[in-house]
């Protein structure tokens, strides 16, 4: 029973495919495994284990009359405590939204629902997404299977530790500036930020709304690409959502690194740690040994991304969040019976420390006197960001980089110095602000035993190629990670 949380995606579906084993069995692992180690990783925040059995039992029911729902009837997955499930809190681990009961699902837990996934919610998170390393969520700082003395990454860092730690093989997350990838690659995962308006965002509560992106963790590549065909489609309540082929993910297949150009980054204008810098220019070697030409890029711009990423969104943020006012949703402060205390004592309750900070700034960047200065500027800049992403990919068919600077730091590191704590996004949110597709895949370990991830990245809509270059580079040797199996 044991041994069951430490298969890959594709042994799971392919044992309850050929009979070898039940939902019902695989889920009664997984809770046992939670139940030894989630005290530890704080993954979760909720745990409904009647209702998640309930949901295994049915699955081996219709298996056993016939009636499958698809080839993915019993899979186990965690979903971000930010993405609506009918009947389920939804707290985007807040205070504010603490007792909040979605009544309606997600477009993607409707998709994962007809599938016949047994689904695990809910997985803690930094407050409405905001941070990078889940120490902001208002109820626990989540841990790194690695080393519980350091964070998973974030915001997603519950989805990244519930699969790193064995306790799901695969999880839904969302990324908005890099809070997929850069959590996959301090705990060593595969993790997927898709082409904005890939996937439905109907369902996600709004961060940044021009930068959200829902997307899948997974301990293998074949669960990132299943689960990005079954998430990915037009819908009609996400008008964002692009009219462009159905993903398919029998269409990728391993690329051939010869004569395949790869866009590389110059590493002595970024501060890598000497590990994280040492292993990027190992794969490069052994890319080029392969046959692969490396072509350096001019990321001159990226310094910007930072700086315009935090205007962008938090600009969002205030306009978004403004609809939590103690009134319709969530939580209610009221001592002097006017609307203006109301108002003001709930958000004031509500919101933790960062979401106000990022509130502020974003109320501030759109004020009258301001907005052409820093929103309208900002606007412009990722203009040219997007065009850059563009024309590179007129010379390459692919960029390589890692995802994180350094590898996990330790729990409180960097909670006292906010700008400290953004720059650790510095590799990853360009890509959103182009509204590419990019992928973190596992690089091995540090001298710490910590993982180190590298970032793969090509034009829009071109899932298909980057999936394909992800599996190549899963077969480097250079590239492997075992998860740990004790908790420490």
């Given at each position: 029973?044991?041994?069951?949380?430490?298969?890959?995606?594709?042994?799971?579906?392919?044992?309850?495919?050929?009979?070898?084993?039940?939902?019902?069995?695989?889920?009664?692992?997984?809770?046992?495994?939670?139940?030894?180690?989630?005290?530890?990783?704080?993954?979760?925040?909720?745990?409904?284990?009647?209702?998640?059995?309930?949901?295994?039992?049915?699955?081996?029911d219709r298996r056993k009359n016939g009636k499958l729902l698809s080839e993915f009837d019993g899979i186990p997955i965690g979903i971000k405590d930010n993405i609506c499930i009918t009947g389920e809190v939804t707290s985007c681990s807040s205070k504010i939204l603490e007792n909040f009961v979605s009544p309606y699902d997600a477009t993607v837990i409707s998709k994962l629902k007809e599938k016949?996934?047994?689904?695990?919610?809910?997985?803690?998170?930094?407050?409405?997404?905001?941070?990078?390393?889940?120490?902001?969520?208002?109820?626990?700082?989540?841990?790194?299977?690695?080393?519980?003395?350091?964070?998973?990454?974030?915001?997603?860092?519950?989805?990244?530790?519930?699969?790193?730690?064995?306790?799901?093989?695969?999880?839904?997350?969302?990324?908005?500036?890099?809070?997929?990838?850069?959590?996959?690659?301090?705990?060593?995962?595969?993790?997927?930020?898709?082409?904005?308006?890939?996937?439905?965002?109907?369902?996600?509560?709004?961060?940044?709304?021009?930068?959200?992106?829902?997307?899948?963790?997974?301990?293998?590549?074949?669960?990132?690409?299943?689960?990005l065909e079954i998430l990915s489609g037009i819908d009609s309540k996400d008008q964002t959502t692009s009219k462009v082929n159905q993903f398919e993910s029998k269409s990728v297949n391993e690329i051939d690194w010869k004569c395949k150009k790869i866009g590389i980054m110059k590493t002595e204008d970024f501060n890598f740690s000497p590990d994280v810098n040492a292993r990027y220019l190992e794969?490069?070697?052994?890319?080029?040994?392969?046959?692969?030409?490396?072509?350096?890029?001019?990321?001159?711009?990226?310094?910007?991304?930072?700086?315009?990423?935090?205007?962008?969104?938090?600009?969002?943020?205030?306009?978004?969040?403004?609809?939590?006012?103690?009134?319709?949703?969530?939580?209610?402060?009221?001592?002097?019976?006017?609307?203006?205390?109301?108002?003001?004592?709930?958000?004031?309750?509500?919101?933790?420390?960062?979401?106000?900070?990022?509130?502020?700034?974003?109320?501030?960047?759109?004020?009258?006197?301001?907005?052409?200065?820093?929103?309208?500027?900002?606007?412009?800049?990722?203009?040219?960001?997007?065009?850059?992403?563009?024309?590179?990919?007129?010379?390459?068919?692919?960029?390589?980089?890692?995802?994180?600077?350094?590898?996990?730091?330790?729990?409180?590191?960097?909670?006292?110095?906010?700008?400290?704590?953004?720059?650790?996004?510095?590799?990853?949110?360009?890509?959103?602000?182009?509204?590419?597709?990019?992928?973190?895949?596992?690089?091995?370990?540090?001298?710490?035993?910590?993982?180190?991830?590298?970032?793969?990245?090509?034009?829009?809509?071109?899932?298909?190629?980057?999936?394909?270059?992800?599996?190549?580079?899963?077969?480097?040797?250079?590239?492997?990670?075992?998860?740990?199996?004790?908790?420490?």
């Open positions: 029973m044991k041994d069951l949380i430490f298969l890959t995606y594709s042994e799971i579906k392919k044992r309850l495919n050929e009979g070898s084993l039940s939902s019902e069995e695989l889920v009664s692992a997984y809770l046992e495994r939670i139940n030894a180690v989630d005290s530890k990783l704080k993954a979760f925040l909720e745990l409904n284990q009647e209702k998640i059995l309930k949901q295994a039992k049915e699955s081996d016949g996934f047994v689904l695990f919610p809910r997985l803690n998170m930094d407050e409405f997404a905001m941070g990078s390393s889940t120490e902001n969520s208002a109820f626990q700082t989540s841990k790194n299977p690695f080393d519980s003395d350091r964070i998973p990454g974030g915001s997603s860092g519950g989805s990244a530790a519930a699969v790193a730690g064995s306790m799901l093989p695969i999880s839904l997350g969302s990324d908005t500036g890099g809070s997929i990838r850069q959590p996959a690659s301090l705990c060593g995962i595969w993790g997927l930020k898709p082409t904005y308006g890939r996937v439905s965002r109907y369902g996600l509560v709004a961060y940044a709304s021009s930068l959200d992106q829902i997307g899948p963790f997974s301990n293998d590549m074949d669960g990132i690409s299943d689960l794969i490069l070697k052994t890319l080029e040994g392969k046959g692969a030409e490396l072509v350096p890029l001019d990321f001159s711009l990226l310094k910007y991304a930072i700086p315009v990423y935090y205007l962008i969104a938090t600009a969002e943020c205030s306009s978004n969040l403004s609809r939590f006012d103690g009134i319709r949703y969530g939580l209610r402060k009221e001592t002097s019976g006017k609307l203006d205390d109301l108002y003001s004592e709930s958000r004031s309750a509500g919101f933790g420390k960062e979401v106000k900070r990022r509130i502020l700034l974003g109320t501030f960047s759109l004020s009258s006197g301001y907005y052409d200065a820093y929103y309208g500027k900002a606007q412009k800049a990722r203009v040219l960001i997007r065009k850059q992403y563009a024309e590179f990919f007129k010379t390459v068919d692919v960029i390589l980089q890692p995802t994180s600077p350094t590898t996990a730091f330790k729990v409180g590191e960097k909670t006292k110095d906010p700008i400290q704590m953004y720059q650790a996004d510095i590799l990853t949110t360009s890509v959103n602000l182009a509204g590419v597709p990019a992928i973190s895949c596992p690089a091995g370990l540090d001298q710490n035993g910590l993982p180190i991830g590298v970032q793969l990245t090509t034009s829009h809509f071109d899932e298909n190629k980057l999936l394909g270059f992800a599996k190549s580079l899963s077969k480097l040797d250079i590239c492997q990670i075992s998860l740990p199996k004790e908790i420490k």
